[in-house]
């Protein structure tokens, strides 16, 4: 992988990771409970960014993905989330959701620690 690509795929996850907590805020949801799976999720729409040009979601199948990216149905912030708070990759939790944590931020160096546990 050369380094200009590992730097444009850092600065995706960076700009996944700034969008998310701005998102968290603005609707008063928070992440997951257990953090890897936001570092996680941010990771896979990341990736999807960088190869789609926008965050699909990461946690669905897709036959398609690049009609499903035109259908923007499940583009991040997905349909399901914007009109009903659901969010089926536990990215952005109502207060109430059993599995909420109570931050709404997540550092850049945990991130990079649970995608360098995964390879």
């Known amino acids: 992988m050369t380094t200009a690509k590992t730097g444009n795929q850092n600065q995706t996850l960076e700009s996944m990771k700034n969008f998310a907590e701005q998102y968290a805020q603005r609707t008063g949801t928070y992440f997951c409970s257990d953090t890897s799976v936001t570092a996680v999720v941010l990771e896979g729409l990341a990736k999807h960014k960088d190869q789609l040009g926008c965050p699909l979601c990461p946690c669905r199948h897709y036959e398609d ?29 109502t207060p109430d959701h059993p599995f909420a944590g109570k931050e709404q931020s997540i550092e850049m160096d945990y991130i990079n620690q649970v995608r360098d546990s995964m390879k």
């Open 65 to 93: 993905k690049e009609a499903e990216v035109k259908n923007t149905f499940w583009n991040c912030p997905c349909v399901p989330m914007r009109e009903r708070r659901e969010c089926h990759c536990l990215l952005f939790l």
